[in-house]
């Protein structure tokens, strides 16, 4: 079974900058789909980005322009790259995988969490004001 690590989360300033990771092993993880996800205390887990086998890549609205999620596959990580964040960035960030396999997959799928089956555990980020 895959096993998901995230790191790279802290403490930061309102318009500073961190970078996460998450890492897996296996070829399985380097052909899938991969998604970040965050949840605040006391709301709902919601989609931050993802990124399809082709590479295509796709963002919440509330992170657009500011968020880059990549992936290397020689390292078998993909990474979520934070730039001027804001307060209510922050939220536990989790990666999560999906089983598809398929070149491309569209918005509508990667969004969704119901499309993966492995999560990581979870890294912390919070953004100070």
């Known amino acids: 079974q895959v096993q998901l690590v995230e790191s790279g989360g802290g403490l930061v300033q309102a318009g500073g900058s961190l970078s996460l990771s998450c890492t897996a092993s296996?070829?399985?993880?380097?052909?899938?789909?991969v998604g970040w996800f965050r949840q605040a205390p006391g709301k709902e887990r919601e989609f931050v980005a993802g990124?399809?086998?082709?590479?295509?890549?796709y963002y919440g609205d509330s992170v657009k322009g500011r968020f880059t999620i990549s992936r290397d596959n020689a390292k078998n990580t993909v990474s979520l790259q934070m730039n001027s964040l804001k307060p209510e960035d922050t939220a536990v960030y989790y990666c999560?995988?999906?089983?598809?396999?398929?070149?491309?997959?569209?918005?509508?799928?990667?969004?969704?969490?119901?499309?993966?089956?492995?999560w990581g555990q979870g890294t912390q980020v919070t953004v100070s004001s």
């Open positions: 999560a995988r999906s089983p598809r396999t398929a070149f491309f997959a569209p918005r509508e799928y990667v969004s969704a969490q119901k499309s993966y089956d492995a």
């Open positions: 990124i399809s086998r082709g590479g295509e890549t």
């Open positions: 296996g070829r399985t993880f380097r052909e899938a789909v």
